[in-house]
């Protein structure tokens, strides 16, 4: 078949770009004001998000670094999209840094010890940006976490999801200020509800239409972003003989969320839950021991304290990555000056 009669038939291009990487998309705009007719279609976008994209890599960076690293995770690695972050004009001295991702797209915020951290959605692929404006700040009224939410599935805008305390409320009460990227406007949240002063916002991880945040000692939280409701989210039972318990991750991969929960004393030895679909509950899925990992990296031992402590072993889980065949799911686990 001619490359003149594939250019002129949109259903059989539609299949052939259906087909290609993100990045190539992104380029192929640029070939003809048809083809960008053609990829920017929303019913194209609805139609590419359905196919399962594989998880190419993580960004991470140290705590007292600027510096991003990319950690390549496919079979035909790919240059990391930035070392730096810098969105527009930015000044050196004014740090940006990734809080959230979210199916593509990225949550940063630009410190600023004169005025409230601005925050932007940044787009990886695209290399395009929106800087939000402001959420209206009233007298007395802090703002505990700014949360991003987007499933291009749904919709191709983005949502972002503010916890405030409430002014005129009890001090343990909050709200909820919406941003909605299609009416580029903030709106204040029906929601209002009670929770320690303790709580974290900070964290919160978007699946299934909800805004979930996990904490230790107050209760687990989830936001429905469409009936703009707050409830108790569950977490799993504490084992008998435990007291004491440490969330080390919730994350969402191939349309899964999991939880990592540790109890003392092994910081190697831990369960990977899933949640229900249903919000039932959490079951295992993964039982995971490290234990033996230590033979072969000695580094991620703190020799100088008890084994039975949960700190003898240094581990960090950065990401659980779910793959379309089962057996070759695995995990990311950061110890001392490597990736595993």
């Excluded at 048809?34 to 976008?45: E, G, R």
């Excluded at 890599?57 to 496919?74: A, D, P, Q, V, W």
């Excluded at 969105?87 to 593509?104: K, V």
């Excluded at 503010?162 to 343990?172: L, P, Y």
């Amino acid at each position: 078949m001619s490359a003149e009669i594939i250019a002129n038939n949109d259903d059989l291009l539609t299949e052939i770009l259906l087909c290609l990487p993100l990045k190539s998309l992104v380029k192929f705009k640029s070939v003809s004001k048809h083809w960008l007719s053609l990829i920017s279609n929303p019913n194209f976008s609805l139609r590419f998000s359905l196919i399962p994209q594989p998880i190419t890599g993580l960004f991470m960076r140290g705590l007292s670094c600027k510096e991003y690293y990319f950690i390549n995770l496919s079979s035909s690695p790919s240059p990391a999209p930035f070392k730096y972050l810098t969105l527009g004009n930015n000044p050196s001295d004014f740090e940006i840094t990734i809080r959230q991702s979210c199916n593509g797209l990225l949550l940063c915020s630009r410190s600023n010890s004169k005025k409230p951290d601005d925050h932007y959605v940044y787009n990886p692929t695209t290399q395009e940006y929106t800087m939000l404006p402001p959420p209206p700040l009233d007298t007395g009224v802090c703002y505990f976490g700014f949360n991003l939410a987007f499933d291009p599935l749904k919709s191709p805008h983005y949502t972002i999801i503010c916890v405030k305390n409430c002014n005129n409320f009890e001090d343990d009460s909050y709200q909820i200020d919406i941003f909605s990227s299609k009416k580029r406007t903030w709106r204040l949240s029906r929601a209002t509800f009670i929770v320690s002063y303790y709580a974290s916002f900070t964290d919160g991880v978007y699946w299934n239409g909800y805004i979930h945040w996990i904490n230790e000692q107050d209760p687990s939280l989830h936001f429905n972003i469409d009936k703009e409701e707050v409830q108790e989210m569950p977490v799993p039972p504490i084992p008998d003989g435990q007291y004491w318990r440490s969330f080390y991750y919730l994350g969402v991969s191939r349309d899964h969320l999991h939880l990592i929960e540790n109890y003392a004393p092994c910081a190697a030895l831990f369960n990977v839950y899933e949640m229900e679909n249903d919000y039932s509950g959490w079951f295992i899925k993964y039982r995971v021991d490290l234990r033996q990992a230590a033979t072969t990296f000695p580094e991620m031992i703190r020799s100088h304290i008890n084994p039975e402590h949960i700190q003898h072993y240094k581990i960090s889980t950065i990401y659980v990555v779910r793959e379309e065949n089962e057996e070759e799911s695995y995990l990311v686990v950061h110890i001392p000056g490597k990736l595993m």
